[in-house]
């Protein structure tokens, strides 16, 4: 009974420890239990399965933006996951509507140091993770309750009639419980306990027992699969979560890289609004020139007048969207207001993608983790299928029990456990009313066919997503080449419209359509750019094959 104190006294000790100390060893609960679990992750880069190159014959030749280089996806000097520049730098990116006129200038941001901001305060990200926390958490609860459960108490009481003899007494109680592998349970406790009266007659007595009791379901509740539910249910789901929060990751990556182009295209269209607005400017004060020496009429000068303060509008416009699409950009990061941003004028570097399209769908149907939860989730319907079909056993179970006692004595180490008494039974019940247990197991067979369609939806859907961003790869390659292809005729149309308004062959409307399309013709280019690398990046995460580094970057 000595070990029994100990015990008790030690377990309390341990309750005693303060918050801090119990949130401490949450985390490395938790902790340990995301690195055993994503572990798989951990060497997946190196055993997915990559898609075959396509035949030059089906491969057509792809243009290549300017100053990037394709294969690696990085520029010249660039490191991995930082886009190549336009050619402002940080010049370009200091010319800003944020940065005129501020007091202090805002930082300016490139796609690696946004990424890196992302995943270290972006409030969704945060928020994820730390889904993945309690998720984790909890598996570490199931656990415990699944392994040997320790419970200990120490209790006093007092008692006194009123005039009558006054008693009082003291017990300590510890105990060991273990859930079986089969559906059963065994438990071990262990008292002491002492009662004492004022009554001279009467003197104080210690008295200690000892007990074991199994309890063991023979039919319904019998077996590994049925007795250990919860706990592989809570592995699974939180395997399942850790390979979520990995696909979170890629897309969060991808959205941190859309917000980010699609500031920078703002940026660059921004500029080309200012170049434009500068050229009508130009336009006008030719006008007014040929308008003073009689070669124009007053309406050519009242049109260019009217088009360059249309054009100083747009781009006041232009400049405030910019100004409104940085904020929301900041607030995506998770930064405050005193930490206004700015980002690089940098666009992505092209990279072709020449991979063969039915290796490429196999090597989806092969490495998407989400595919893969879905394939479990497919087994653990079909698992929970069976365990309703036991569900649909009477309950017959066996009880044992063994006990050791010492009679009262009034020193505690007098005492002996030398009275010993055990007991055994079955006990069946008989299922009269089923009608739960029915209706469990016609909803398992439900949900085991609606996970099967799922499953088979879910891979048809990947299938038409894959062949789908090929296409969209294709279309957005071809508009880029269309794209260059107008600038450069839109460029020689502004030419010939500037030389015969000069010559007095045509009006000025000629030269206004001909740099707005010159200008539309640079802002899709940039678009399709944008669209292109995004569509790209979607690929590479929906084949299994974009990787993110610890910062938020991919890695290809």
Known sequence: ???????????????????????????????????????????????????????????????????????????????????????????????????????????????????????????DYLARRESLYLTALGLTGTRYEFGPRLTAALSYTFAD?????????????????????????????????????????????????????????????FGREVSQEALTQAERDTLYAIRDFELFREDYS?????????????????????????????????????????????????RARRSELT???????????????LDRFRIFLGLSAEDRVDVRPEEPAFVEIDYDVSSAIQCALANRLDLLNEKERLEDAARSLRISKNGLLPDLTLNAGYDLAADADPSFAGQDLDRESYSAGLNLSIPVDRVLDRNAWRSARIRYRQALRGFELFKDELVVSVQSTFRELERRKQSVEIQKELIADQEKNVRIAQLLFEQGDNSNRDVVEAQQSLLDAKNSLIREQVSYEIARLGLLRDLGVLFIDANGAWKE
């Not at 104190?5 to 918050?19: E, F, Q, T, Y």
């Not at 592998?181 to 065994?186: A, C, E, R, S, T």
């Not at 054009?311 to 699409?325: F, M, P, Q, T, Y």
């Open 1 to 123: 009974m000595k070990l029994l104190l100990a015990i008790v006294l030690g377990s309390s000790v341990l309750a005693c420890r303060g918050p801090d100390a119990l949130e401490d060893s949450a985390d490395r609960a938790a902790d340990l239990v995301l690195r055993e679990k994503g572990a798989e992750l951990e060497s997946r880069e190196s055993t997915v399965v990559r898609p075959d190159r396509a035949t030059p014959a089906a491969s057509a030749p792809v243009p290549e933006a300017p100053g990037t280089r394709t294969g690696s996806g990085v520029p010249e000097g660039a490191k991995p996951g930082e886009p190549a520049s336009l050619g402002g730098g940080q010049a370009g990116a200091d010319s800003s509507p944020q940065a005129a006129g501020s007091a202090r200038a805002p930082r300016v941001l490139s796609l690696r140091e946004a990424l890196e901001i992302a995943v270290t305060s972006g409030r």
């Open 254 to 302: 991808i959205r941190v890289a859309s917000s980010y182009y699609d500031l920078v295209q703002q940026k660059q269209t921004v500029e080309n609004q200012r170049r434009n607005m500068e050229n009508l400017a130009e336009e006008r004060r030719k006008a007014e020139a040929l308008f003073q020496v009689g070669r124009k009429p007053e309406l050519e000068l009242l």
């Open 161 to 221: 009639s009123g005039g009558g003899a006054a008693n009082h007494g003291a017990g300590a109680t510890a105990g060991v419980s273990q859930i079986l592998p089969w559906g059963g349970n065994v438990a071990l406790t262990a008292s002491e306990n002492f009662a004492d009266s004022s009554d001279s007659t009467s003197r104080g007595a210690f008295d200690a027992g000892l007990a074991v009791t199994l309890t063991q379901p023979l039919l319904r509740g």
């Open 311 to 325: 054009s100083k509008n747009d781009l006041i416009e232009a400049e405030e969207g910019l100004r409104l699409a």
